[in-house]
């Protein structure tokens, strides 16, 4: 099981409010992603990270935004909640190209719902 | 429009039998495809990954093949099990990418009933 962990796993909060949902890999992987993914639908990349320093948007629009101050910690913030904000976000981290491919490890998730 | 489509949406299949699930691309160039393995709640989990040489993947009683030539793939899964029971996402990246940008599919929810 991959050691990447999200906190919190469930969280219901107001609009208006500003949140922080945390995201922590121990397995010193240099790159990691936030997905967004609405019931029955793809996951859809928001945000990534080639390492410190480096954040960058990814192919979905998103009001996030995320830091990366150190290798294992990749947290997403929301400054204001929205209800159009509630889904599930999931944090992922990859290792070096292996097989000529990037293994994605992924975190359990954190399911938001902004009422 | 999603690069990545998959069949069945959903199946229901009894304990013990064997499914087939597809996944059809159109991601170019192509440089590997993985089939995960989602349960409720939780993150995906990998269970193959395939490069463009490589034709048929086994993982326990997950096999997955590919053609890259017609662009499809399928996940066999043989003598189900109960905890079978997910959504399994094909999940196709481009080459060229240092990212390793993956382009999602929908996913296929599996319920295996005893």
């Known amino acids: 099981e991959a050691d990447i962990y999200q906190t919190p796993r469930y969280l219901v909060i107001g609009t208006g409010k500003k949140i922080t949902l945390e995201c922590s890999q121990t397995m010193g992987h240099d790159k990691m992603y936030w997905y967004q993914q609405d019931p029955g639908m793809e996951l859809h990349l928001i945000h990534y990270?080639?390492?410190?320093?480096?954040?960058e948007k990814g192919d979905l629009s998103s009001e996030s935004t995320v830091s990366r101050i150190r290798t294992e910690h990749f947290p997403l913030t929301l400054e204001s909640a929205r209800p159009s904000h509630t889904s599930q976000y999931l944090c992922?981290?990859?290792?070096?190209?292996?097989?000529?491919?990037?293994?994605?490890?992924f975190g359990p998730g954190t399911r938001l719902t902004v009422t | 429009k999603n690069q990545v489509e998959q069949s069945p949406q959903s199946l229901i299949i009894l304990e013990g039998k064997n499914c087939t699930l597809q996944c059809n691309y159109t991601v170019s160039p192509f440089s590997n495809l993985r089939w995960y393995k989602q349960d409720t709640g939780r993150g995906p989990v990998s269970l193959t990954i395939m490069t463009f040489s490589e034709n048929t993947k086994s993982n326990g009683r997950y096999t997955a093949t590919l053609d890259a030539d017609t662009k499809q793939s399928s996940l066999h899964i043989t003598a189900s099990q109960l905890s079978d029971s997910a959504s399994y996402i094909c999940?196709?990246?481009?080459?060229?990418?240092?990212?390793?940008?993956?382009?999602f599919g929908r996913g296929t929810q599996l319920t295996v009933w005893p």
């Open positions: 990270s080639y390492g410190v320093n480096s954040t």
């Open positions: 992922a981290s990859s290792d070096v190209e292996r097989e000529g491919a990037y293994e994605q490890y």
């Open positions: 999940v196709v990246s481009d080459r060229g990418s240092t990212l390793g940008r993956l382009y």
